[in-house]
């Protein structure tokens, strides 16, 4: 069965940067689009970015310019490089697929951007 294991969340300042990590155990990785979601406090969960199996990337606009997504299908691991970070991006981010996996929502990792 498919797991994913998000990591790499903290606190940061704004302007500062982290990159949070998600290995899969899904042994069809390298042919899965897959995202990276976040959901802060009363909101909805949200698409970040998300990149193809070949590492094509795609951005949201909250994303565009400040975050950096991308993968090694060796390490079943995909990758968000946040930059920039400003208190707005403070929420739990996830990795799913594209077209999310209800089975594969874990506990996230959480990202405060606080002074």
């Known amino acids: 069965q498919e797991e994913l294991v998000e990591s790499g969340g903290g606190v940061v300042q704004p302007g500062g940067s982290l990159t949070l990590s998600c290995v899969s155990s899904?042994?069809?990785?390298?042919?899965?689009?897959m995202g990276w979601y976040r959901q802060a406090p009363g909101h909805r969960r949200e698409l970040v970015a998300y990149?193809?199996?070949?590492?094509?990337?795609v951005y949201m606009d909250s994303a565009k310019g400040r975050f950096t997504i991308s993968r090694d299908n060796a390490k079943n691991t995909v990758w968000l490089q946040m930059n920039n970070l400003e208190p707005e991006d403070s929420a739990v981010y996830y990795c799913n697929h594209y077209v999310p996996r209800e089975e594969l929502w874990g506990q996230g990792t959480q990202v405060i951007v606080s002074s």
């Open positions: 899904d042994p069809y990785f390298r042919g899965s689009l």
């Open positions: 990149i193809a199996g070949g590492g094509s990337p």
